[in-house]
């Protein structure tokens, strides 16, 4: 299936109409990230069927040319910003791989879903939108990959991507949980959780491909 059949029921609704109509009045209003042609980019490069791995962000980054639509993720041109130099230590903590690539464009290539919850924002104002009403969004994108597919891995670093735990069957996937990499919780539990390693072993287990990070 491709991702306008699985969305169709709630794109083609008043809800997601409405929704589409403030964040284009946010866009036209000022600056919002990421531009408005990639607000949709973790779909584009992530088909469904070839979904493997679900990592659930809040938000896009806030400043200027670091939001590409994948969560996480920055462009080539700024500094990695701290979350994101935090899961690159781990990376290499856990697989011993060096990874300097701030793009995360190759992962989103092999079937990791980089997901925000919140697929847009205000510059400089951090999560500006996330009443526009994006979680309804993007929760059902979450619920339907785990009611039409098995043995997906879903990583939910943080309390606030714990909370999509819900929407999740764990008889029939993996849900690998743990602090966020965030400055301010990396020492409470990422450092150590070994993410990388665990994605790859429970892939291998069920004959899928493993990621190469």
């Not at 679900?54 to 938000?59: E, K």
């Not at 040319?65 to 994948?70: C, D, E, F, I, V």
């Not at 602090?179 to 409470?188: K, L, M």
Request: proline residues 5%; contains cysteine.
């Amino acid at each position: 299936m491709i991702w306008n059949e699985i969305l169709a029921p709630i794109k083609n609704t008043e809800y997601f109409e409405h929704l589409w109509q403030k964040v284009k009045e946010e866009y036209a209003a000022g600056k919002c990230f990421p531009p408005k042609n990639q607000i949709f980019r973790a779909l584009e490069l992530t088909p469904f069927d070839e979904v493997k791995v679900v990592i659930i962000g809040q938000d896009p980054y806030h400043n200027d040319y670091q939001a590409n639509g994948l969560c996480f993720s920055v462009s080539e041109t700024v500094a990695a910003p701290p979350s994101l130099k935090n899961i690159f230590t781990e990376l290499k903590d856990d697989l011993g791989i060096e990874r300097t690539k701030k793009e995360l464009d190759d992962w989103a290539q092999q079937g990791v879903l980089l997901l925000n919850a919140t697929l847009s924002v205000r510059a400089h104002s951090p999560n500006s939108h996330k009443d526009l009403g994006w979680e309804k969004f993007t929760n059902f994108i979450i619920k339907a990959i785990s009611d039409r597919k098995e043995n997906i891995v879903f990583v939910l670093w943080g309390a606030f991507a714990q909370k999509k735990e819900e929407f999740i069957d764990s008889s029939k996937h993996l849900i690998i949980k743990s602090a966020h990499p965030s400055p301010f919780s990396v020492y409470r539990g990422f450092y150590g959780s070994k993410p990388f390693s665990k994605i790859n072993d429970y892939l291998k287990s069920k004959n899928s491909e493993i990621i190469s990070w």
